[in-house]
């Protein structure tokens, strides 16, 4: 194979999971994120049950419709454990962006190439 073919740039050695609420939406954003080492996709209820540890990935990515008690429940989760990025995607009248509520500690690049990966600005989580 070609060495221009095979993806080398940082998000071909990530680990993301995207939590969402409405898999239409969820599986939409996984799609824009495919070029990632992993990408997991599971509901929310799933992480905060227990049955999926968001310690075992590089990036957590939660969707912008989570209800707003799952959603902070998710965040303080993430940010109580682990070292890796967790970004938040925000759909409002401003227009979409990525909110940074962490970056990662071993990875700090990550949250920028997620952010990159969807085409759309990164921002500090403060900032909304």
Known sequence: MAADLIPLDDIARMRVL???????????????????????LVHAGSVLDGHQDPTRYDVVLLCPYLPAEQRDLLVAA???????????????????????????????EAADAVAEALALPLEPAQAA
């Open 78 to 108: 993430c940010l109580a454990a682990g070292d890796g990025a967790l970004v938040e995607l925000l759909d409002s009248d401003q227009g979409s962006r990525v909110l940074l509520h962490r970056p990662g500690i071993t990875w700090p």
């Open 18 to 40: 995207v939590v969402h609420t409405n898999f239409a939406v969820g599986s939409a954003i996984a799609r824009r994120l495919i070029d990632a080492d992993v990408v997991a």
